[in-house]
């Protein structure tokens, strides 16, 4: 039996880039939204939503971290689709700090009067 040298590509199983940017795209525009309502909802879940932003961005770019996976994506690919994967999970979290400081500046401040001597 002669050994025959068995070829598998890794790209035909991966997402193509469309793919990946219309998936964190969507995943940001959720990330902002729920932020922003839960925070002007008055709940500190607000800080929960951010494991759920860290496992979904690392989702997206975990194959292309790979030991075995990663260098072949890499040869196949190229870097431009390293470099998309990134690009679009790092979207997910500036989702969330966008919302964060879009709800520091919608939320009405309280302001405490200064307390002072009183004339009569």
């Known amino acids: 039996m002669i050994g025959l040298t068995v070829i598998a590509e890794v790209m035909d199983k991966e997402p193509i880039i469309a793919e990946i940017w219309i998936f ?3 995943a ?7 932020s922003i309502v839960l925070s002007l909802a008055g ?18 770019v975990s194959e292309t971290r790979d ?9 196949e690919a190229g870097p431009d689709y390293v470099f998309q994967c990134h690009l679009a999970a790092s ?30």
């Open 24 to 26: 964190c795209l969507w």
């Open 28 to 34: 940001s525009a959720v990330t902002f939204i729920l």
């Open 43 to 60: 709940r500190r879940v607000y800080f929960a939503v951010f494991p759920v932003c860290l496992f979904v961005a690392y989702g997206t």
């Open 67 to 75: 030991e075995y996976v990663g260098p072949a994506i890499l040869v």
């Open 91 to 120: 979207c997910i979290i500036m989702a969330w700090i966008a919302a964060g400081l879009t709800v520091l500046l919608i939320k009405p401040r309280v302001v405490k009067p200064i307390s002072g001597p009183t004339q009569i």
